[in-house]
Protein backbone atom coordinates (compact mmCIF):
# COMPACT_ATOMS: atom_id res chain seq x y z
CA UNK A 1 0.00 0.00 0.00
CA UNK A 2 1.19 3.00 -1.15
CA UNK A 3 1.42 6.66 0.72
CA UNK A 4 1.64 10.05 -0.46
CA UNK A 5 4.94 11.46 0.94
CA UNK A 6 4.94 15.06 -0.66
CA UNK A 7 2.86 17.08 -3.79
CA UNK A 8 4.62 19.61 -5.65
CA UNK A 9 3.69 21.84 -8.65
CA UNK A 10 5.02 19.06 -11.04
CA UNK A 11 5.23 16.04 -9.08
CA UNK A 12 3.83 13.47 -6.52
CA UNK A 13 5.91 11.10 -4.17
CA UNK A 14 4.89 8.30 -2.80
CA UNK A 15 6.25 5.43 -0.50
CA UNK A 16 6.78 1.82 -2.23
CA UNK A 17 7.48 -1.70 -0.66
CA UNK A 18 10.77 -0.41 0.12
CA UNK A 19 11.63 2.62 3.09
CA UNK A 20 14.24 3.38 0.57
CA UNK A 21 12.29 3.71 -2.68
CA UNK A 22 10.08 6.22 -3.64
CA UNK A 23 7.36 6.77 -6.55
CA UNK A 24 7.24 9.81 -8.13
CA UNK A 25 4.26 10.47 -10.64
CA UNK A 26 4.65 13.02 -12.96
CA UNK A 27 2.25 15.29 -13.82
CA UNK A 28 0.21 17.23 -16.55
CA UNK A 29 -0.24 20.70 -14.21
CA UNK A 30 2.24 23.62 -14.99
CA UNK A 31 3.07 26.56 -13.04
CA UNK A 32 5.48 29.22 -13.76
CA UNK A 33 6.58 32.78 -12.01
CA UNK A 34 6.53 31.24 -8.29
CA UNK A 35 3.03 29.30 -9.47
CA UNK A 36 1.44 32.76 -10.35
CA UNK A 37 0.51 31.05 -13.57
CA UNK A 38 -0.98 27.79 -13.41
CA UNK A 39 -2.11 25.00 -16.20
CA UNK A 40 -2.03 22.13 -18.00
CA UNK A 41 0.18 20.50 -20.85
CA UNK A 42 -1.04 17.71 -22.51
CA UNK A 43 1.13 14.52 -21.86
CA UNK A 44 3.58 16.77 -20.07
CA UNK A 45 3.66 13.96 -17.54
CA UNK A 46 4.65 11.44 -19.79
CA UNK A 47 7.29 13.13 -21.73
CA UNK A 48 8.87 14.48 -18.27
CA UNK A 49 9.21 11.24 -16.81
CA UNK A 50 10.23 9.73 -20.01
CA UNK A 51 13.08 11.93 -21.07
CA UNK A 52 14.13 12.02 -17.33
CA UNK A 53 14.72 8.45 -17.96
CA UNK A 54 16.36 8.53 -20.90
CA UNK A 55 19.30 11.34 -19.50
CA UNK A 56 19.50 9.86 -15.87
CA UNK A 57 20.09 6.56 -17.98
CA UNK A 58 22.70 8.33 -20.25
CA UNK A 59 24.81 10.48 -17.10
CA UNK A 60 24.47 6.73 -14.90
CA UNK A 61 26.68 5.33 -18.13
CA UNK A 62 28.84 8.37 -17.92
CA UNK A 63 29.50 7.70 -14.27
CA UNK A 64 27.29 10.61 -12.70
CA UNK A 65 25.14 9.03 -9.89
CA UNK A 66 21.83 8.95 -9.98
CA UNK A 67 18.59 8.45 -7.83
CA UNK A 68 17.11 7.05 -11.20
CA UNK A 69 15.98 3.01 -10.69
CA UNK A 70 13.61 2.56 -13.49
CA UNK A 71 10.21 3.60 -15.47
CA UNK A 72 7.60 1.33 -14.14
CA UNK A 73 4.71 2.95 -16.32
CA UNK A 74 4.98 5.96 -19.02
CA UNK A 75 4.13 9.00 -16.21
CA UNK A 76 6.01 7.27 -12.89
CA UNK A 77 9.40 6.81 -12.32
CA UNK A 78 11.00 4.89 -9.29
CA UNK A 79 13.63 6.43 -7.28
CA UNK A 80 16.14 6.25 -4.67
CA UNK A 81 15.00 8.32 -1.75
CA UNK A 82 17.16 10.85 -1.02
CA UNK A 83 17.80 13.76 1.65
CA UNK A 84 17.34 16.81 -0.55
CA UNK A 85 19.68 19.73 -0.69
CA UNK A 86 17.66 23.01 -0.35
CA UNK A 87 19.63 24.25 -3.06
CA UNK A 88 18.76 24.62 -7.29
CA UNK A 89 22.43 24.27 -9.07
CA UNK A 90 21.61 26.15 -11.73
CA UNK A 91 23.83 26.10 -15.61
CA UNK A 92 23.58 28.60 -18.49
CA UNK A 93 25.52 28.42 -21.49
CA UNK A 94 23.70 31.25 -22.89
CA UNK A 95 22.23 34.28 -21.64
CA UNK A 96 18.44 33.66 -21.08
CA UNK A 97 15.51 34.60 -18.10
CA UNK A 98 16.92 36.12 -15.52
CA UNK A 99 20.46 36.74 -16.56
CA UNK A 100 19.43 38.99 -19.32
CA UNK A 101 17.77 41.09 -16.44
CA UNK A 102 20.81 41.11 -14.00
CA UNK A 103 23.41 41.80 -16.78
CA UNK A 104 21.63 43.64 -19.65
CA UNK A 105 22.99 41.22 -22.33
CA UNK A 106 21.00 39.99 -25.11
CA UNK A 107 18.98 37.42 -25.11
CA UNK A 108 20.77 34.75 -26.49
CA UNK A 109 24.34 35.79 -25.90
CA UNK A 110 26.43 32.79 -26.03
CA UNK A 111 28.80 32.72 -22.60
CA UNK A 112 32.18 32.50 -22.73
CA UNK A 113 32.15 29.44 -20.61
CA UNK A 114 29.43 27.88 -18.85
CA UNK A 115 28.37 29.43 -15.57
CA UNK A 116 27.04 28.40 -12.15
CA UNK A 117 24.64 29.58 -9.88
CA UNK A 118 22.96 28.35 -6.69
CA UNK A 119 19.65 29.70 -5.50
CA UNK A 120 17.67 29.05 -2.09
CA UNK A 121 15.06 26.58 -2.91
CA UNK A 122 12.20 28.15 -0.81
CA UNK A 123 9.13 28.91 -2.19
CA UNK A 124 8.31 31.59 0.38
CA UNK A 125 11.12 33.65 -0.24
CA UNK A 126 10.92 33.25 -4.30
CA UNK A 127 13.83 30.77 -4.63
CA UNK A 128 16.53 33.71 -4.23
CA UNK A 129 20.14 33.50 -5.70
CA UNK A 130 22.75 32.76 -3.43
CA UNK A 131 26.58 33.45 -3.17
CA UNK A 132 29.24 30.58 -1.51
CA UNK A 133 29.08 33.17 1.55
CA UNK A 134 25.64 32.74 1.59
CA UNK A 135 25.64 28.41 1.32
CA UNK A 136 28.52 28.38 3.91
CA UNK A 137 28.52 30.78 5.96
CA UNK A 138 25.20 31.96 6.49
CA UNK A 139 22.98 29.24 5.71
CA UNK A 140 25.02 26.52 6.58
CA UNK A 141 23.58 24.30 3.38
CA UNK A 142 26.60 22.14 2.74
CA UNK A 143 30.33 21.95 3.38
CA UNK A 144 32.72 23.66 1.42
CA UNK A 145 33.78 20.87 -0.50
CA UNK A 146 30.39 19.30 -0.48
CA UNK A 147 29.93 22.73 -2.63
CA UNK A 148 32.74 22.59 -4.59
CA UNK A 149 31.37 19.03 -5.44
CA UNK A 150 28.08 20.13 -6.06
CA UNK A 151 29.69 22.63 -8.78
CA UNK A 152 31.88 20.09 -10.89
CA UNK A 153 29.17 17.42 -10.96
CA UNK A 154 27.28 20.39 -12.60
CA UNK A 155 30.03 20.79 -15.10
CA UNK A 156 30.29 17.56 -15.53
CA UNK A 157 26.53 16.79 -16.27
CA UNK A 158 26.26 19.98 -18.61
CA UNK A 159 29.38 18.53 -20.45
CA UNK A 160 27.27 15.24 -21.53
CA UNK A 161 24.15 16.58 -22.04
CA UNK A 162 25.02 19.56 -24.26
CA UNK A 163 26.82 17.05 -26.49
CA UNK A 164 23.72 14.61 -26.50
CA UNK A 165 21.45 17.46 -26.94
CA UNK A 166 23.80 18.85 -29.71
CA UNK A 167 23.30 15.19 -31.48
CA UNK A 168 19.99 15.80 -31.37
CA UNK A 169 19.81 18.80 -33.11
CA UNK A 170 18.87 21.63 -29.70
CA UNK A 171 20.40 23.43 -28.08
CA UNK A 172 21.14 23.30 -23.98
CA UNK A 173 20.55 27.00 -23.29
CA UNK A 174 20.57 26.85 -19.21
CA UNK A 175 19.11 24.19 -16.79
CA UNK A 176 18.46 23.10 -13.17
CA UNK A 177 19.63 20.52 -10.93
CA UNK A 178 18.88 19.24 -7.62
CA UNK A 179 20.65 16.96 -5.74
CA UNK A 180 20.30 15.18 -2.43
CA UNK A 181 22.39 12.79 0.41
CA UNK A 182 21.96 9.09 0.02
CA UNK A 183 21.57 6.75 2.97
CA UNK A 184 26.01 6.51 2.89
CA UNK A 185 25.98 10.42 2.79
CA UNK A 186 27.52 10.39 -0.92
CA UNK A 187 25.97 13.31 -2.69
CA UNK A 188 23.30 12.27 -5.90
CA UNK A 189 21.93 13.71 -8.59
CA UNK A 190 18.15 13.57 -7.75
CA UNK A 191 14.93 15.15 -9.03
CA UNK A 192 14.09 15.45 -12.96
CA UNK A 193 15.86 16.88 -16.62
CA UNK A 194 12.96 17.59 -18.55
CA UNK A 195 11.70 20.75 -20.55
CA UNK A 196 10.32 22.41 -17.30
CA UNK A 197 14.17 22.33 -15.61
CA UNK A 198 16.22 22.80 -19.22
CA UNK A 199 15.69 25.77 -22.08
CA UNK A 200 16.39 24.32 -24.95
CA UNK A 201 16.65 25.68 -28.29
CA UNK A 202 16.48 23.93 -31.96
CA UNK A 203 20.10 24.39 -33.43
CA UNK A 204 18.46 25.37 -36.92
CA UNK A 205 16.30 27.86 -36.40
CA UNK A 206 16.36 28.51 -32.11
CA UNK A 207 13.08 27.64 -31.70
CA UNK A 208 11.81 27.17 -28.26
CA UNK A 209 11.37 23.93 -27.62
CA UNK A 210 10.98 24.22 -23.52
CA UNK A 211 8.35 25.86 -20.53
CA UNK A 212 9.57 28.87 -21.72
CA UNK A 213 6.47 28.74 -24.51
CA UNK A 214 4.17 28.54 -21.49
CA UNK A 215 5.37 30.99 -19.79
CA UNK A 216 4.92 33.15 -21.92
CA UNK A 217 1.80 32.28 -23.75
CA UNK A 218 4.28 31.27 -27.34
CA UNK A 219 1.60 28.15 -27.64
CA UNK A 220 2.19 24.95 -29.31
CA UNK A 221 3.80 24.09 -26.17
CA UNK A 222 2.58 20.21 -26.09
CA UNK A 223 3.86 19.92 -29.50
CA UNK A 224 7.35 21.22 -28.13
CA UNK A 225 7.37 19.25 -25.60
CA UNK A 226 6.90 16.10 -27.70
CA UNK A 227 9.27 16.92 -30.57
CA UNK A 228 11.88 16.90 -27.74
CA UNK A 229 10.70 13.76 -26.49
CA UNK A 230 10.84 11.99 -29.78
CA UNK A 231 14.37 13.64 -30.57
CA UNK A 232 15.72 12.43 -27.45
CA UNK A 233 14.02 8.41 -27.69
CA UNK A 234 16.11 8.74 -31.57
CA UNK A 235 18.94 9.68 -30.01
CA UNK A 236 18.87 7.22 -27.05
Not at 66 to 73: E, L, S
Not at 103 to 127: Q, R
Not at 145 to 165: C, K
Request: charged share 25%.
Amino acid sequence: MTEKLYEGKAKILYTSDDPHIVLAQFKDDATAFNAQKQGTIADKGTVNATVSAHLFTLLEKSGISTHFIDQPAATQLRLQKLRMIPLEVVVRNVVAGSLVKRTGLSNGTVLAEPIVEFYYKDDALGDPLLNDSHILSVLELVSASQLSELRASALEVNGILSQFYVDCGIRLIDFKLEYGFAPDGSIVLGDELSPDNCRLWTLSDNRVLDKDRFRFDMGEVASAYQEVLRRVLAHS
